[in-house]
T-cell receptor, first 115, second 113 residues
Framework: NAGVTQTPKFQVLKTGQSMTLQCAQD?????MYWYRQDPGMGLRLIYY???????DKGEVPNGYNVSRLNKREFSLRLESAAPSQTSVYFC??????????????FGPGTRLLVL | GDSVTQMEGPVTLSEEAFLTINCTYT??????LFWYVQYPGEGLQLLLK?????DKGSNKGFEATYRKETTSFHLEKGSVQVSDSAVYFC????????????FGKGTHLIIQP
């Protein structure tokens, strides 16, 4: 049981390049999330997927797209990377049962540097 | 909108000292409250949570009580260890289980031997 896994662990991009961050969970969770972590800012929600087939914007969605490929996988895409997207990206998952405040489980993170 | 305010660090303590990290929140409804911990180079792990007023969450010697009257969820530990050095995040969830968490900015705790 690996929990939440993310690839890659670290990536360097040039401004304007594109890339996809991958996330998978093996806990049969319904909901998945992408956050970014910046110094002094805590974690901010980029996008989430309450269930397979649905996605919604979070607090800071601009410059990103997501795909909920199946129940296990939730990817985050940067179409044209900008230096402001330099950050550590965390994927998380939860049962997402309506009416319950479920614990979210986090992956180890992807450190992205945009030059 | 929802928000979480917590004391920013770094907070430096000696081993065996008493720890308090303050956390207050603003929410429109009745949120659940969480403390997550992040050790260097790792993702976040749930430390404890409370889902309704007056609930006390506890784990690994840490405790926090959900105080609706003061909208607070302060984290405490009676005797800290060097291994408790980490970043601690207070967070809330109001979305019925599927929405994202709202985090505070994090408190960097350093325990010196």
């Amino acid at each position: 049981n690996a929990g939440v896994t993310q690839t890659p662990k670290f990536q360097v991009l040039k401004t304007g390049q594109s890339m996809t961050l991958q996330c998978a969970q093996d806990m049969n969770h319904n909901s998945m999330y992408w956050y970014r972590q910046d110094p002094g800012m805590g974690l901010r929600l980029i996008y989430y997927s309450a269930s397979e087939g649905t996605t919604d914007k979070g607090e800071v969605p601009n410059g990103y797209n997501v795909s909920r490929l199946n129940k296990r996988e939730f990817s985050l895409r940067l179409e044209s990377a900008a230096p402001s997207q330099t950050s550590v990206y965390f994927c998380a998952s939860s049962n997402g049962l309506a009416g319950l405040q479920e614990t979210q489980y986090f992956g180890p993170g992807t450190r992205l540097l945009v030059l | 909108g929802d928000s979480v305010t917590q004391m920013e660090g770094p907070v430096t303590l000696s081993e065996e000292a008493f720890l308090t990290i303050n956390c207050t929140y603003t929410a429109t409804g009745y949120p659940s409250l969480f403390w997550y911990v992040q050790y260097p180079g790792e993702g976040l792990q749930l430390l404890l949570k409370a889902t309704k007023a007056d609930d006390k969450g506890s784990n690994k010697g840490f405790e926090a009580t959900y105080r609706k009257e003061t909208t607070s969820f302060h984290l405490e530990k009676g005797s800290v260890q060097v291994s408790d050095s980490a970043v601690y995040f207070c967070a809330l969830s109001e979305g019925g289980g599927a929405d994202g968490l709202t985090f505070g900015k994090g408190t960097h705790l350093i325990i010196q031997p």
